[in-house]
């Protein structure tokens, strides 16, 4: 009887809710990487959108205007990942924040031995589990050309949202039926496992340019972001995961339902390659144990009690609300209340 009910609700949304088409064809024409997608699957995307829109609460903090196109290119960006997946794939949270760029939320958290750390740095983009998405628009522009910047900002941030909707972020998302854990866990442990020996030692031999890894040496980091870094890669140059690890590839293919790939064009592919891969990254960012200091897992195992954010504003992630950081919040969630947090640090491919 619900599944009725939430189907009948979601044909009534779009019955009764519509983007302009001169909206969505500027918002389309943005994002290079939809070529790829047939007229019948651009408009599941749309529809997709639409009822994105009407779940979450797009709004901006320190009083940023988030304008109809900017939360069109954002909803779009994050509904590609669930094109084929369920539903409700980002049910259990209201939210996506918009900075107009870099932040600095000041993170107070307590480890498993009652000392509390406190993590205060500027960064692109994050987001929480059971919380709001959090993203640098300035960022998002940015990144919204992935052979130039060489990474997908709004696809990071929510395939962490995925990987979060079976409990903190690991790396390992709510596979779809059918689908061996077991084997997605082998493969992936795998190919993280040679991705950062490959790391290490281009970092350790220099960074040279002419071994520079394709994939951003941030994906290193965790098991995590290397399952939201892939994420970007998989939808932003399909051809370069595929050739880089074929049996990853195959696992992220199999849970999101497609395979851009096997449709794509190998242009994409050189394009990538002549623009130096991972030496769009600046040897400035740091090697990748410093990024490690800076990152989500600096955290480890942790209970988070509150968040400042760079506005002044305090807020628990869990029960943010729709109306944004300008607004009064209410009081932070109890230590008890485990969150995980996984953020892209400022500066990722800067």
Same mark, same amino acid.
């Given at each position: ?5 939430l ?11 519509a983007l ?10 943005m994002? +290079? ?15 997709? %959108? ?23 290119? @954002?909803? @779009? ?14 049910? $259990?949270?209201?939210?996506?924040v ?11 958290y307590?480890?498993?031995? $009652? ?8 960064? #692109? ?5 059971g919380g ?31 990987d979060?909707?079976?409990? #903190? ?11 061996s ?15 950062v ?12 340019? #002419?071994?520079?890894?394709? @994939? ?15 994420s970007?890669?998989?939808?932003a ?24 790939a096997?449709? $794509?064009?190998a242009? %994409?592919?050189?394009?990538?390659r ?8 600046p040897?400035?960012?740091?090697? @990748?144990?410093?990024r ?8 480890? +195992? ?35 209340r485990?969150?995980?947090?996984s ?8």
């Amino acid at each position: 009887m619900w599944e009725r009910f939430l189907a009948w609700r979601r044909r009534r949304i779009l019955a009764t809710h519509a983007l302009p088409d001169e909206l969505w064809d500027e918002a389309i024409g943005m994002l +290079d990487f939809l070529a790829l997608y047939r007229d019948d699957e651009v408009q599941a995307l749309r529809d997709r %959108v639409v009822l994105f829109l009407q779940d979450k609460s797009i709004v901006g903090a320190q009083e940023f205007t988030v304008t109809p196109l900017m939360r069109v290119v @954002i909803a @779009i960006q994050a509904c590609v990942l669930v094109l084929y997946l369920e539903p409700d794939a980002y049910a $259990g949270w209201s939210n996506v924040v918009v900075y107009p760029d870099e932040f600095r939320p000041r993170i107070e958290y307590e480890d498993e031995a $009652g000392v509390v750390h406190v993590r205060d740095h500027e960064i #692109a983009g994050e987001a929480w589990e059971g919380g709001p998405v959090l993203l640098s628009w300035a960022d998002v522009e940015r990144s919204r050309d992935f052979s130039a910047a060489g990474m997908n900002l709004v696809i990071h941030e929510f395939a962490h949202k995925l990987d979060m909707k079976n409990g #903190a972020p690991d790396g390992i998302p709510g596979l779809r039926p059918g689908m061996s854990a077991r084997a997605w866990q082998r493969v992936a442990e795998a190919a993280y496992t040679d991705f950062v020996r490959r790391v290490e030692a281009w970092e350790a031999a220099g960074e040279p340019e #002419a071994d520079a890894p394709l @994939i951003d040496p941030y994906a290193a980091d965790a098991p995590e972001e290397f399952f939201a870094v892939c994420s970007e890669v998989f939808f932003a140059a399909p051809e370069v995961l595929r050739d880089a690890y074929p049996e990853y590839h195959a696992q992220l293919a199999a849970y999101y339902g497609q395979d851009l790939a096997a449709r $794509g064009d190998a242009s %994409v592919l050189q394009e990538f390659r002549r623009m130096g891969g991972a030496q769009r990254y600046p040897s400035s960012r740091g090697s @990748i144990n410093a990024r490690r200091s800076r990152g989500s897992q600096d955290q480890g +195992d942790t209970r988070t009690r509150s968040v400042v954010a760079d506005d002044g504003y305090r807020y628990a992630p869990p029960i943010l609300r729709p109306y944004g950081l300008g607004s009064a919040l209410p009081t932070p969630a109890p230590a008890s209340r485990r969150r995980s947090v996984s953020s892209t640090p400022r500066g990722r491919w800067r």
